[in-house]
Every structure is written in C-alpha cells, then in structure tokens.
C-alpha cells in the first residue's frame, strides 16, 4: 500500500524518493516519462481531462483525475519504488504563510535543480507558438519552454471552513461541483502555467494540488455524506485509461491511501 504523504508531512527520505523518481521520469522522452504523463491531460493533443460536466451523466472530474493521478504515481513508482504522490494541503498555516510549499519552491538541493519547482513543456513547436498567442505568460520564453507561476497572496488560499462546507455536500453532482470550483481556484492562485488546462500538468504542483482534491474526495466518501456517483455513469471508460468511474470508487483497491497529516 502506498501511503501519500502531506507535502508538508514528508519525511526527508519520502523527498528524497519523489525528487529521485521525478527527476529520472523527466529525463525519460517516452511514453514512461514525465512529458508524456503530463501531455496526457492537455497537449500534445488529444486533451483528454475531464473537467466541468456537459451533460448529466458526465460528472468526471473527480474519477477521471483520480484514474490519472494513479496511472502518474506508478509510473513514478517504476523509477522509485519508494515515490508517493504528495498532497498540498492549502489549508495549512504553512501554505497560508508561504504560499507555494518549499518542497516544490527550492530553486536548487545542494547543486542540483529542484526537480518539483519547473518542468519542461514538453510540446511540439506549434504549439508553443499557440500558447504563447493565446496565453501570454503561461510558459516562459525562449526555444525551450519553461512551467513558470506567479501566485497571489498566500492567505488567499482555501481555507478549512470552506472545504468543510465542500465536504457537507449533500449529492455526488454538488460535491463535484463545490470541489472543482475549490481546485479552479487553486489553479488560479498558482498562475502562470497552471491557469491553462492544456499545459498546466506540466507544473508539477499540479500533482500535489490533484492528490489534494483526491483526498478531499477521499474524505467525503468516508464521511456520512458520501455517495456513490450516479448509477448511469459507473460503466463509463475513463479514457485513455483503461479503467471505469467504478474502479476508481475505492482507494485501497488502487493500492494507496492518505496519511494522517503530520507537520515535520
Ligand atoms: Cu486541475
């Protein structure tokens, strides 16, 4: 069982795993690298996430991002066997303090980059172009792009009252909603390349951010509040994985689960 840490809660030898394992994934260029698991979610295209529903039935962010988050952590997993995905918990003094944690904000440990601070986006020259047009700012400038931030005041952040009151949601659809609108928030807050859907996997923030709306999610389905999605939409392939809305209802059935917080 792998147990998914608070960011903020890492051990020192947990860091040192996920810095190992992400530094070889983004050195990997093929279809077990970090470039391609974050391509997954926006460009290269297809865009495959799932965010605000279309329809009735298509309330998939929560089971699509959870499939991805999975599929992301065992690859990292391939590289070191010790890696869990962290979760940002931007509710916490820290966060409200600090804003980015500094586990994901260190320029450098000892010589060496901080693999978790910026990644190359990965994308075809093209698309860089596109980006840029349409959203100045998002990666940075020069041949090879950049993930780059600019977040807002720290104490901006979420707040627990109000993932409390995400949390009282009283139907899978409001809880889903009332959560995506907490996870756009966040994307907002960290700015730059997170405030694009096409690029903004590449930030690896955005992976302690997801596993921090997974758990939030976690959360509410041990709660009394908790439901399962609506029947209609169970059997639903979360594509490109090759994995249904059910299989992704059980976390320990997945092989993780989320510590209890604990600030080092
Ligand atoms: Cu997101």
């Known amino acids: 069982m792998a147990i998914r840490p608070s960011v903020e809660g890492m051990t020192a030898e947990q860091l040192a795993a996920l810095r190992d394992a992400w530094t070889k994934s983004q050195a990997l260029v093929d279809?077990?690298?970090?470039?391609?698991?974050?391509?997954?979610?926006g460009l290269p295209l297809p865009i495959s996430c799932r965010h605000s529903p279309r329809t009735q039935?298509?309330?998939?962010?929560?089971p699509w991002h959870r499939a991805y988050l999975y599929f992301f952590e065992r690859s990292l997993q391939d590289r070191n066997k010790a890696a869990a995905v962290p979760w940002w918990d931007w509710?916490?003094?820290?966060?409200?303090?600090?804003?980015?944690?500094?586990?994901?904000?260190?320029?450098?440990?000892?010589?060496v980059r901080n693999p978790l601070r910026e990644a190359r986006v990965a994308i075809s020259p093209d698309d860089v172009k596109r980006v840029r047009a349409q959203a100045p700012g998002t990666i940075t400038p020069g041949k090879v792009p950049y993930t780059r931030r600019d977040p807002d005041i720290p104490d901006e952040l979420p707040r627990k009252a109000t993932i409390d009151s995400v949390l009282a949601a009283?139907?899978?659809?409001?809880?889903?909603?009332?959560?995506?609108?907490?996870?756009?928030?966040?994307?907002?807050?960290?700015g730059g390349t997170m405030t694009l859907v096409p690029v903004a996997a590449y930030d690896p923030i955005f992976w302690a951010h997801h596993a921090a709306i997974d758990r939030v999610w976690y959360l509410w389905q041990m709660s009394p509040f908790g439901v399962d999605p609506p029947a209609a939409m169970m059997d639903t392939?979360?594509?490109?994985?090759?994995?249904?809305?059910?299989?992704?209802?059980?976390?320990?059935?997945?092989?993780?689960?989320y510590a209890v917080e604990v600030i080092h």
């Not at 279809?31 to 979610?41: E, L, T």
């Not at 009283?170 to 960290?190: K, L, Q």
């Not at 320990?252 to 689960?257: E, H, P, Q, S, V």
């Open 57 to 62: 039935n298509d309330f998939l962010f929560l």
């Open 91 to 111: 509710t916490s003094d820290g966060s409200h303090t600090r804003g980015i944690p500094e586990a994901f904000d260190t320029k450098k440990i000892g010589k």
């Open 31 to 41: 279809d077990r690298g970090f470039g391609y698991w974050a391509g997954v979610h």
């Open 170 to 190: 009283p139907t899978y659809e409001d809880f889903s909603t009332r959560v995506e609108n907490v996870h756009n928030a966040v994307h907002g807050w960290v």
């Open 237 to 257: 392939v979360l594509d490109p994985f090759p994995m249904t809305v059910r299989q992704t209802l059980n976390i320990n059935n997945l092989g993780y689960d």
